[in-house]
């Protein structure tokens, strides 16, 4: 497994704010996951608590195996496929009646054939719920995302295969937007350097150890200076409604007619 700030951990105290934020897509998707469950990046594997218990059978992919997810290896109706996606390798056509991927969209290259691919496998009726970071409210360029959407380019996208997409968003209440404020203060400091706006031209590869290593000692410092706040924000303090510029991740479900 490679950690990188990409791959939260609620092990990590630096990560909890975002770590509670990504917690709480997996309880309201938990809400309408059912029958067989596909989840696209598990990722450290922490969804699975809420999730495979809501399923009859439950398939993850990743391209690599987390401690967490190991753990369900040897579970009834439980199955783990190292891979990179997309193709989704093994799974069958319209063969999965829930598919749930996390903040997973914006690192694949070819998202047409990641949409492709979620059509394919789902059967009629089935449902895909898609979260990734509103463009919008991106407090810097992210390296490791090879693109990031707004609403309006998540729905063009999707609109190629399907009919039924709701589209809501995260937000969160008045100590998480207090967070996102201190941070986004914390975040000037840095880029205020960047005159050339080099983050925009420069090749991704190039940033993104450089992106980490600030990203890290960004979350540790906005810990130590507000570590009442951080400690005091859990998945209840955010929710649902439907998504404008101001949600900090978009919520997305498609239903396959």
Request: net charge positive.
């Amino acid at each position: 497994m490679v950690q990188t700030a990409e791959r939260i951990s609620q092990y990590e105290a630096s990560d909890k704010v975002i770590f509670e934020r990504s917690i709480f897509a997996y309880h309201k998707a938990a809400e309408i996951a059912g029958g067989h469950i596909l989840e696209l990046g598990s990722g450290m594997g922490y969804g699975l608590e809420l999730l495979y218990p809501k399923s009859e059978y439950y398939t993850a992919l990743d391209k690599f195996l987390s401690e967490q997810v190991s753990k369900y290896l040897n579970n009834k109706g439980f199955k783990f496929i190292q891979t990179k996606i997309p193709p989704f390798l093994n799974i069958d056509n319209e063969s999965i009646d829930t598919i749930v991927t996390f903040q997973v969209i914006e690192h694949i290259k070819n998202d047409t054939f990641f949409i492709d691919e979620i059509f394919r496998v789902l059967k009629k009726g089935g449902k895909a719920i898609i979260t990734t970071p509103n463009k919008i409210m991106s407090l810097t360029r992210n390296p490791w995302h090879i693109r990031e959407y707004t609403k309006d380019s998540i729905i063009r996208l999707l609109q190629r295969k399907f009919n039924k997409i709701e589209v809501l968003g995260v937000y969160g209440n008045d100590k998480v937007d207090a967070y996102y404020n201190q941070n986004k203060q914390s975040v000037s400091r840095y880029t205020r350097f960047d005159i050339l706006k080099m983050q925009y031209w420069l090749p991704r590869f190039v940033l993104q150890i450089p992106y980490d290593i600030l990203n890290r000692i960004n979350r540790t410092k906005l810990l130590s200076e507000n570590n009442l706040l951080v400690n005091g924000i859990d998945f209840n303090d955010y929710h649902l409604k439907p998504a404008d510029d101001k949600c900090f991740d978009l919520f997305v479900v498609v239903e396959k007619e």
